[in-house]
């Protein structure tokens, strides 16, 4: 049975005081008031908080991960961030393939299926996002963009690698506007998207595949979206640079 998955993308957000402060209150106050047994907790701060992090987690009480990682496994590549360098800090998870990451930085499937290959070898899960635009969805363009965003990267990997990868469906169009896909438009996309891994592998792989909801997830709809049969948790952005809404959502699982 899957758990309820809730991690919060931090973005680039926070100065080392208020990430200390955010990283300790959240991490003493799971460690006194666990989480359900069926929940798991990540944590993804930008790159420089990364150590401090892996302090914040020392009791086990959520997992944490890097917010992108280089195509490269080293070399001279100024700026950039192996996955390497991100599993020495015992890290756990890295996001891929973010709908900002896309827009702004020109990320294709080409280098998002490198990137991926970089994770897996280095022991990190991958959390790969895919989600349409406003335009796609108007157009009924959304199923064909995400079945091609899953095409052109994950859909290349063998069964035993997808095994090991949790993606995150983010309407882009939901994404920093407050706008939240209805708890019918998030269960039928990711239904879909459960059904594709069924049809490109197994019904039993896409039983076991982790699917997120990343599109303005929050304190107030949390509870309904995660009720959703094939919503497996959030990717939450906003919301969990707040200690008390972060909190909400990680009870509401």
């Known amino acids: 049975m899957r758990k309820t998955i809730v991690a919060g993308n931090w973005k680039m957000n926070k100065t080392f005081s208020e990430a200390e402060d955010l990283l300790f209150e959240i991490s003493e106050q799971l460690y006194d008031t666990p989480p359900s047994q069926g929940v798991d907790v990540i944590i993804f701060p930008p ?12 009791d086990d009480v959520f997992y944490f991960g890097a917010q992108n990682c280089a195509e ?24 891929i393939g973010h709908s900002e990451r ?21 022991d990190l899960v ?5 989600g349409e635009s406003l335009e796609d969805r108007e157009a009924g363009r959304h199923f064909d963009v995400i079945k091609e965003q899953l095409s052109e990267v994950v859909f290349k990997l063998s069964e035993e690698d997808v095994s090991s990868i949790i993606i995150a469906y983010e309407p882009v169009w939901a994404i ?19 059904n594709l891994f069924a049809e490109t592998y ?42 008390d809404d972060f909190l909400t959502i990680i009870y509401s699982a």
């Open 202 to 243: 197994s019904k039993e792989l896409a039983e076991e595949t982790y699917i997120l909801y990343g599109g303005s997830c929050n304190a107030k709809n949390a509870k309904e979206l995660f009720a959703c049969p094939d919503v497996d948790g959030g990717l939450i952005g906003g919301a969990s640079l707040n200690k």
């Open 126 to 130: 991958p959390v790969f996002c895919i």
């Open 176 to 194: 920093g506007t407050g706008k939240t896909a209805t708890t019918e438009q998030a269960q039928e996309m990711h239904a879909y998207i459960r």
């Open 72 to 95: 490269h496994d080293k070399g001279a590549y100024t700026g950039e961030v192996s996955a390497a360098m991100i599993k020495s800090l015992d890290a756990t998870h890295v996001i």
């Open 47 to 58: 790159f420089p908080f990364l150590e401090l992090t892996a302090d914040a987690a020392e």
């Open 102 to 122: 896309r827009k702004y930085y020109g990320e294709t499937g080409e280098i998002l299926l490198n990137k991926v290959k970089q994770a897996l070898n280095n």
